[in-house]
């Protein structure tokens, strides 16, 4: 939905963020081939699959970003797609190893903290998406933690 609101706005002529638009529709391909790909019976393997989909999806928005919008400014949905997706992917890669590596089928902390942290990045990630604000912070934070200023 945030993909088809950005092709509106730029129709529209009400914004015309190109950047927006493709982080838009790079995260709108992504979970919907995940979601058509997805099996009705959920299995523990599917965590790797959805880990893939979403390494996957950081690498095309970071390909993207360096091909297409190298010299503009940084959007904060690209920022918070990022974050997301890395955050989404290490959850990912957790349930992964404690569900199919381990085999472990009773659930504990890990899985009830995987379930809820993984809505809520979706959420803030979407609305990131529809917004392109820095809501809560995040682009800020990595531009001071990943700055480059040398001081002598």
Not at 61 to 67: Q, T
């Given at each position: 939905m945030a993909s088809l609101l950005h092709v509106s706005f730029y129709i529209l002529a009400v914004n015309k963020n190109v950047q927006a638009l493709a982080c838009a529709t790079i995260l709108a391909v992504s979970y919907s081939?995940?979601?058509?790909?997805?099996?009705?019976?959920?299995?523990?393997?599917?965590?790797?699959?959805?880990?893939?989909?979403?390494?996957?999806?950081?690498?095309?928005?970071?390909?993207?970003?360096?091909?297409?919008?190298?010299?503009?400014?940084?959007?904060?949905?690209?920022?918070?797609?990022?974050?997301?997706?890395?955050?989404?992917?290490?959850?990912?890669?957790?349930?992964?190893?404690?569900?199919?590596?381990?085999?472990?089928y009773e659930p504990w902390g890990l899985w009830y903290f995987y379930s809820s942290t993984v809505n809520i990045v979706d959420l803030i990630m979407v609305s990131a998406v529809i917004l392109n604000r820095d809501f809560i912070g995040l682009q800020l934070l990595s531009q001071k933690l990943f700055s480059t200023k040398v001081t002598a």
């Open positions: 081939l995940s979601d058509l790909t997805m099996p009705v019976n959920f299995e523990a393997i599917d965590f790797g699959v959805l880990l893939a989909y979403d390494l996957l999806t950081l690498f095309i928005l970071i390909i993207a970003r360096h091909f297409l919008f190298q010299q503009a400014v940084r959007q904060p949905c690209y920022t918070y797609c990022c974050i997301g997706l890395t955050i989404n992917a290490l959850l990912f890669l957790a349930m992964f190893t404690d569900s199919y590596l381990l085999g472990n």
